[in-house]
């Protein structure tokens, strides 16, 4: 990260360290008391050495932020920070880090939306030295949580100035950011039971091999099919002729697979509550291995069921981001298989 | 340890030598140890050795700290405050009640600690009370805690804002704070603030810069800390007949070197030497005070000018005349250091000052009469030169004879029947005539000695006093029913009964310097060798001399006063003479410590600081600077050749140089011996020169990688970071053969060492050859 700004903060004990000083030296003059000269010139060596210290010390430190690329909201997050003291004569000491909220010609920073604070603290980085260091938080909601600057401050050693550094990302069009998904709301006992019973058939499914789907015809692609499943050879005239393509249409699915839709309900604190309930199925069916399909009529999203990893976290970013406008369906919904569970959460009109 | 217990146990150790320097400072040890047990209490009830009813375990911090509910921290904060400004309403502010505030808060405050601000807030208060210290007494023991403590505060202070980060950051994993990752700043900041601190003290202009008439000196605050009773030391009044305990303060007050028939500073020829301070001429029902007019009891009536005079500095002031002929005198000069003056102070000297001299300007007010001076200037420490004519007796003597002889008149009014019966009694036993009117003034010398000797004889010396009956003359009731007392009691004693038989006497206050330090070379004077004797004048005064005139400009010449000392001589020596025990010894070796402390620290001026300033620095600059630019008036040209001039300042140049570099040297040198400095520097130098060279082959290598890490961490770590999985295997092998030498003591065989860095030479080709093909490739 590069430096934005370095500045120095006189906050109230520096203040009464100040005029305590003033007030000696007015007594040593008025008095030629010579302890109080002594005294005086303590007080000012103190200064000194505070504002050269703390300077000295953020002039060699460098940081780099280490954000989780994924958190989930009302779980702690860790935000990581490597800092490094480049000085080869003073330790960097009692270095408090700190998100910042705002900077020059930078956007409203979107982190604070999701978290009051986050800051971290690192008693000692050593002489050309590095430490690494987490600050743990939880995020309210949802979301995309964008950080923007660094600011890192010390009082150290005396506590009479506050030397702050501040840092931004060097490109400034790719800050650093971290994808909270929705915290998972726990499912009513019907739809445990439902998703049990669909594991079931599911898990006998696939014992019995007969989960291998065949590819048994070709139909028009729709938003939301895997590139993957597309047949470039049968499409390649109707891509010349601007049409969309086609995808295979295998014989799959014998075992059980579930479909979540998701619509809106026009309230958007009663949709973050769709989201969530949409996140804690989603959690469930992974922990049964149900393959899993969402679709989102209203945001022009569909992803076809499957319970393989990556597929599982592409539908939880969705939710992360996903909102859901009050519009009418624009994505084709494709036609559940008969031995398909489909859960509609929100308007079921 | 970490940073919260380190800080406590700090914070510990700051208040109990605060609080003992505030109890030593305002003679209060009783104080001070009561102080230093509820510190010591604290610390144990911290660590939970001993349990104190009410004090509650704080859980909201990470370390186990200790408060009683709040409402008995509040109530004890509420009474020490009422009780500060209580005092502050029925007598004048001190320094020395804002102290006592100050530690009774403190003490408090170790008994309430709840976070690490709470800490801090014990830190700031024993701060503040080191610098009350400083303003109540400026003795060393205290200065010398004092001096302890800094460092104490500035480590202090420091683990303080690292355990507030700790503290405020607890729920997060964070690395440990590692043993003596605060030492070196500590010492650093120790040196560095010492030395600006002994620059500003050196530097800064000192005498009157501003108004003092405009601001109430500080100093002033701490006058009259004496609590109830009395302590011994010098008064210009006395009253006799108040009871009490009369407490001896081992303070020292003066300082004072003699020289005697320019033989340099030693040893008087006296065994003690009585510096006056105040003639008591007046007497009424137990008080002696100063005469407000000169009357027949004071002697012959002189013309007394009173008016201040303004006395340059180095300039010689004289006060009296010689005594006489070549013989009959000898003169003792007096260098004399007051470590604390009021506003308007007697100057001390020994009978019979001639002259005084000033090291700074000063105005002073001489008593012609009773040959005493005053000063009134700031209150500071103040030094001057006193010479005076010691009259010798014999030859006084001698010099009278066949001389008209003026006694004068002396008045018995106020004085008791009873204490002239006693006189009378004296004498007649004696066998000298009483009634002055008959009784040859050659005589008085001898009934003055007739009636020392009986006080001395047949009354008893003591401090702890009872009050005299109301309605008694309290000289009257010592020499009749007590009969015993202390030194004022035997001078006023012998002082009224000297008058009742015609003899004029007056009672002196001041002190006996009687401790030599042989270390210093100079008398030391406590506060308890404030002392009352008597000067009586017996020897006969030849007419001729009375009124000498025109010697000395207008100033007449007196003489015919001589010292007597009525005191017991075995208990003055006890009082007065140093303790000759361990204790005593000690205390003497400390008392020349605290000489050195007042001469070169408390008593530092503007005139010491020119002197220090023109002797040390300037002289030396500005010789050689004019030598660089006298130039020739005639033709213009500099005196000094173009060659010299150069010399002169690269040779300038060359030693501030050297200077700068011997200090670094020895600094470095210092920290090799105290911290092993060396043995961190020369790790990195510890490998053999082929590993040294396989290890900068590596450290290139890596550098060149597209992900370049710091050359700052472990190699295994950097290598850690190679794309190519085979790179990174051959150099992890390195890596480890280097650690191993470095930190395990394995070396590497230079062969083997060499092979390796072909290898690395052969790895840097490829990567590099990789690079240009994809280039041409990209290229092409």
């Given at each position: 990260m590069v430096v934005v700004s370095r500045r120095y903060h006189l906050h109230w004990p520096g203040a009464v360290f100040v005029i305590t000083t003033l007030l000696v030296a007015l007594g040593a003059i008025n008095s030629q008391h010579n302890l109080l000269y002594w005294i005086f010139g303590i007080a000012v060596g103190t200064l000194l050495f505070s504002g050269v210290l703390s300077g000295a010390v953020l002039m060699g430190v460098e940081i780099q932020r280490l954000p989780p690329a994924r958190g989930v909201a009302g779980q702690p997050l860790r935000v990581g920070y490597r800092i490094s003291n480049r000085s080869r004569l003073v330790p960097a000491l009692a270095l408090h880090i700190e998100e910042w909220s705002t900077s020059k010609g930078k956007p409203q920073p979107t982190w604070s939306d999701f978290v009051p604070s986050i800051r971290a603290f690192v008693p000692w980085v050593p002489r050309r030295g590095t430490q690494i260091l987490h600050s743990e938080v939880i995020p309210a909601h949802r979301g995309k949580m964008t950080y923007v600057a660094l600011r890192v401050w010390t009082t150290f050693p005396f506590g009479i100035t506050r030397k702050s550094v501040l840092f931004t990302v060097?490109?400034?069009?790719t800050p650093d950011e971290t994808l909270i998904r929705p915290a998972p709301l726990a499912t009513d006992a019907a739809q445990t039971q439902q998703l049990s019973s669909l594991a079931a058939r599911s898990e006998q499914a696939r014992r019995s091999g007969i989960e291998t789907g065949v590819p048994v015809s070709l139909r028009e692609y729709v938003t939301g099919d895997s590139p993957r499943r597309i047949a470039w050879k049968r499409s390649a005239l109707r891509v010349m002729d601007g049409r969309n393509p086609l995808v295979r249409q295998d014989s799959r699915p014998t075992a059980g697979r579930l479909w979540i839709v998701l619509r809106s309900t026009g309230d958007s604190s009663a949709d973050e509550a769709l989201i969530s309930r949409a996140a804690g199925v989603l959690d469930i069916a992974i922990a049964r291995s149900v393959p899993v399909g969402m679709v989102i009529p209203d945001a022009d999203v569909m992803v076809h069921p499957s319970a393989a990893p990556r597929h599982i976290a592409q539908i939880y970013d969705g939710l992360a981001t996903v909102t859901l406008p009050a519009r009418q369906a624009h994505v084709q919904v494709p036609r559940p298989h008969p031995r398909d569970t489909v859960l509609v959460l929100g308007d079921e009109s | 340890m970490s940073p919260l217990l380190r800080l406590r146990t700090l914070a510990h150790i700051v208040s109990a030598i605060a609080l003992a320097a505030s109890g030593i400072a305002q003679a209060q040890p009783a104080l001070a140890a009561g102080a230093l047990l509820m510190v010591a209490v604290a610390e144990l009830a911290c660590r939970g050795t001993i349990s104190i009813p009410f004090l509650e375990p704080q859980s909201s911090s990470s370390l186990r700290t200790l408060a009683f509910p709040r409402w008995i921290t509040l109530t004890a904060i509420a009474l020490v405050l009422i009780r500060g400004m209580w005092i502050a309403l029925n007598s004048n502010v001190q320094i020395g009640t804002l102290c006592e505030t100050v530690a009774a808060l403190l003490v408090i405050k170790l008994f309430d600690r709840r976070s690490v601000r709470d800490e801090a807030q014990i830190l700031a208060l024993a701060v503040y009370l080191c610098i009350g210290t400083v303003l109540v007494s400026q003795r060393v023991v205290p200065s010398l805690l004092i001096i302890t403590n800094v460092p104490l505060v500035l480590a202090a202070v420091m683990t303080a804002e690292v355990a507030a980060g700790v503290a405020r950051d607890s729920g997060a994993r964070q690395q440990p704070l590692p043993r003596g990752a605060l030492r070196g700043v500590t010492i650093a900041a120790v040196a560095a603030i010492f030395a600006v601190s002994v620059v500003i003290f050196l530097l800064m202009p000192r005498g009157p810069?501003?108004?003092?008439?405009r601001l109430r000196s500080f100093s002033s605050w701490a006058?009259?800390?004496?609590?109830s009773g009395r302590v011994t030391g010098f008064s210009d009044q006395i009253q006799l007949g108040r009871g009490g305990l009369i407490s001896e303060s081992k303070a020292i007050v003066l300082d004072v070197n003699v020289e005697e028939?320019?033989?340099?500073p030693g040893r008087a020829r006296t065994d003690t030497l009585y510096l006056r301070g105040a003639a008591l001429s007046v007497y009424a029902t137990g008080s002696w005070r100063e005469y407000a007019q000169s009357n027949a009891a004071t002697g012959p009536n002189l013309d007394r000018p009173r008016d201040p005079l303004t006395i340059a500095p180095g300039q010689t002031q004289v006060i009296s005349g010689t005594a006489g002929g070549p013989g009959s005198s000898r003169t003792l000069i007096q260098r004399i250091r007051m470590r604390g003056a009021d506003r308007v102070v007697p100057l001390f000297a020994v009978w019979c000052p001639a002259s005084i001299e000033f090291v700074t300007e000063e105005r002073i007010t001489i008593d012609r009469g009773a040959l005493t001076i005053s000063r009134q200037g700031q209150d500071a420490p103040l030094s001057y030169i006193v010479s005076s004519t010691i009259p010798i007796e014999s030859a006084a003597v001698a010099a009278a004879a066949g001389s008209a002889v003026i006694r004068g008149d002396v008045s018995t009014a106020n004085i008791p029947r009873e204490i002239a019966q006693i006189a009378r009694e004296v004498l007649s036993r004696a066998r000298i005539e009483p009634d002055p009117a008959i009784r040859?003034?050659?005589?008085d010398a001898l009934a003055m000695r007739a009636m020392e000797s009986y006080l001395r004889r047949e009354f008893s010396y003591t401090l702890d006093l009872v009050a005299a009956p109301s309605g008694r003359d309290p000289v009257e009731w010592f020499l009749t029913s007590e009969r015993r007392g202390h030194c004022e009691y035997f001078a006023s004693a012998l002082a009224l009964m000297g008058r009742s038989v015609g003899i004029p006497t007056r009672v002196i206050t001041g002190y006996v310097a009687a401790e030599f330090s042989e270390a210093t070379s100079s008398y030391v004077v406590r506060q308890s060798n404030a002392h009352a004797w008597v000067e009586a004048r017996t020897s006969p005064i030849p007419a001729n001399m009375?009124?000498?005139?025109g010697q000395h400009g207008e100033i007449p010449t007196w003489h015919g006063w001589q010292t007597y000392d009525p005191t017991p001589p075995e208990d003055f020596r006890r009082v007065h003479r140093p303790d000759p025990n361990l204790a005593g010894k000690l205390g003497q070796w400390l008392d020349s410590m605290e000489y050195f402390w007042v001469a070169n620290v408390v008593s530092y001026d503007d005139a010491k600081q020119t002197a220090f300033l023109d002797r040390r620095t300037t002289t030396w600059i500005e010789e050689r600077v004019r030598g660089l630019m006298q130039v020739d008036p005639e033709t213009g040209e500099p005196r000094q050749s173009a060659i010299k001039r150069i010399g002169t300042v690269g040779g300038m140049v060359m030693g501030t140089t050297l200077v700068i570099v011997g200090a670094f040297g020895l600094l470095r040198w210092v920290g090799v011996r105290l911290w092993g400095w060396r043995q961190r520097a020369d790790r990195s130098i510890e490998l053999s020169p082929p590993s040294a060279r396989l290890y900068r082959e590596v450290d290139q290598w890596l550098k060149r990688e597209p992900l370049a890490t710091a050359s700052q961490l472990p190699l295994l770590q950097r290598i850690a970071t190679v794309g190519d999985a085979g790179h990174r295997g051959v150099l992890a092998e390195m890596a480890t053969a280097l650690n191993a030498e470095r930190f395990g003591g394995k070396p590497i065989p230079p062969e083997w060492a060499m092979e390796q860095v072909a290898k690395v030479r052969g790895l840097t080709h490829t990567a590099e050859s990789e690079n240009a093909a994809r280039g041409d490739h990209s290229g092409g």
């Open positions: 060097a490109d400034p069009t | 810069l501003i108004d003092q008439s006058a009259g800390l004496g609590g028939g320019g033989q340099g040859p003034a050659t005589d009375l009124m000498e005139s």
